[in-house]
């Protein structure tokens, strides 16, 4: 296998995997990655897992705010590297980083650009229903994922996935594909998107996680799976907001859309009327205590 001199860039647990897989074939002589974050009960700043990883292997790690500055573009430029691999990194790269490298940055994209441009393309996929997904290695360019693709490789989309669940299919399978793609750079022939066809997956917030039971509750079922882990689902019950973590659709119309359907008629569980259909909650959170079913979570509620 060529070895490259490269830079790494990227945060979440989906980029560290391709580190991982890097690492041994190639000359990564340093790692770009987000700040340590606040986290957990006592909020302490925490580093990405792809810090935590770089720093076990010796690897020099910066962590600038911005990649605007004049002096962060010249150090960039100085390590004279190959190429620069990019993995949900979550800072724009402008023009004199993406012109440094010999051989330019390259991203893996987590869809099948061009749909699903931007910040969540694995959330949107799953709350939209598509059947496949998948990953596509690209040339940065300025724009948001517009740049011409290397690679593709598809994955279907099964009706139980959780974007968690499709996160650990598409980090292998992206790491497996950056290091065909560097072993071909000679090679490649970058293929232009078609416009025609983009899409954009917005940032999701937090807000976006309340279930509006005005909606088909195919709808609700898909974002509970598609917002998991983060941001999650939530409704509020009993002056409480609720978390939801699995739910079912229920080909019920009865009632108007947010009205609590009598348990003990429906084999008992909660189930909720929606615009279309009611959404039957499986597996259910409330604030300060541990996952339950339903049924354990009613009791809970009826004893205090």
Same mark, same amino acid.
């Given at each position: 296998?060529?070895? !490259?001199?490269?830079?790494?860039?990227?945060?979440?647990? #989906?980029?560290?995997? &391709?580190?991982?897989?890097?690492?041994?074939?190639?000359?990564?002589?340093?790692?770009? &990655?987000?700040?340590?974050?606040? @986290?957990?009960?006592?909020?302490?700043?925490?580093?990405?897992?792809?810090?935590?990883?770089?720093?076990?292997?010796?690897?020099?790690?910066? &962590?600038?705010?911005?990649?605007?500055?004049?002096? $962060?573009?010249?150090?960039?430029?100085?390590?004279?590297?190959?190429?620069?691999?990019?993995?949900?990194?979550?800072?724009?790269?402008?023009?004199?980083?993406?012109?440094?490298?010999?051989?330019?940055?390259? /991203?893996?994209?987590?869809?099948?650009?061009?749909?699903? !441009?931007?910040?969540?393309?694995?959330?949107?996929?799953?709350?939209?229903?598509?059947?496949?997904?998948?990953?596509?290695?690209?040339? =940065?360019?300025?724009?948001?994922?517009?740049?011409?693709?290397?690679?593709? @490789?598809?994955?279907?989309?099964?009706?139980?996935?959780?974007?968690?669940?499709?996160? $650990?299919?598409?980090?292998?399978?992206?790491?497996?594909?950056?290091?065909?793609?560097?072993?071909?750079?000679?090679?490649? &022939?970058?293929?232009?998107?078609? $416009?025609?066809?983009?899409?954009?997956?917005?940032?999701?917030?937090?807000?976006?996680?309340?279930?509006?039971?005005?909606?088909?509750?195919?709808?609700?079922? !898909?974002?509970?799976?598609?917002?998991?882990?983060?941001?999650?689902?939530?409704?509020?019950?009993?002056?409480? =907001?609720? @978390?939801?973590?699995?739910?079912?659709?229920?080909?019920? /119309?009865?009632?108007?859309?947010? /009205?609590?359907?009598?348990?003990?008629?429906?084999?008992?569980?909660?189930?909720?009327?929606?615009?279309?259909?009611?959404?039957?909650?499986?597996?259910?959170?409330?604030?300060?205590?541990?996952?339950?079913?339903?049924?354990?979570?009613?009791?809970? #509620?009826?004893?205090?």
């Amino acid at each position: 296998m060529i070895r !490259r001199r490269l830079a790494f860039m990227g945060t979440p647990e #989906f980029a560290r995997e &391709t580190l991982e897989k890097l690492i041994p074939f190639h000359d990564v002589v340093c790692v770009y &990655t987000q700040g340590p974050k606040p @986290k957990g009960r006592g909020y302490k700043l925490t580093p990405s897992p792809v810090h935590e990883y770089a720093l076990s292997k010796g690897i020099e790690v910066r &962590t600038p705010k911005t990649l605007k500055n004049p002096e $962060e573009q010249a150090y960039f430029k100085s390590l004279e590297l190959d190429v620069a691999v990019v993995a949900a990194y979550g800072l724009l790269l402008p023009k004199p980083i993406l012109e440094a490298p010999k051989w330019g940055c390259l /991203n893996i994209h987590g869809s099948l650009l061009p749909r699903w !441009r931007g910040a969540s393309p694995i959330q949107q996929a799953v709350l939209h229903g598509d059947l496949e997904t998948g990953i596509t290695i690209m040339k =940065m360019d300025v724009g948001m994922d517009t740049g011409p693709m290397l690679f593709k @490789k598809s994955l279907k989309i099964e009706p139980f996935m959780t974007s968690g669940d499709v996160f $650990e299919l598409l980090a292998p399978l992206g790491a497996d594909l950056m290091l065909e793609a560097l072993e071909n750079l000679e090679h490649l &022939t970058p293929e232009p998107q078609d $416009e025609s066809l983009a899409t954009h997956a917005h940032k999701i917030t937090k807000e976006e996680g309340l279930l509006d039971w005005t909606l088909p509750a195919e709808a609700l079922e !898909r974002k509970v799976r598609a917002f998991l882990p983060w941001p999650g689902t939530h409704f509020e019950f009993e002056g409480q =907001m609720c @978390k939801v973590l699995k739910a079912q659709v229920m080909p019920i /119309n009865t009632g108007n859309p947010g /009205n609590i359907l009598d348990h003990d008629s429906l084999d008992q569980g909660l189930t909720i009327q929606t615009s279309k259909d009611a959404l039957k909650i499986l597996q259910i959170q409330r604030p300060g205590h541990k996952v339950m079913t339903a049924d354990e979570f009613l009791r809970g #509620f009826h004893q205090g």
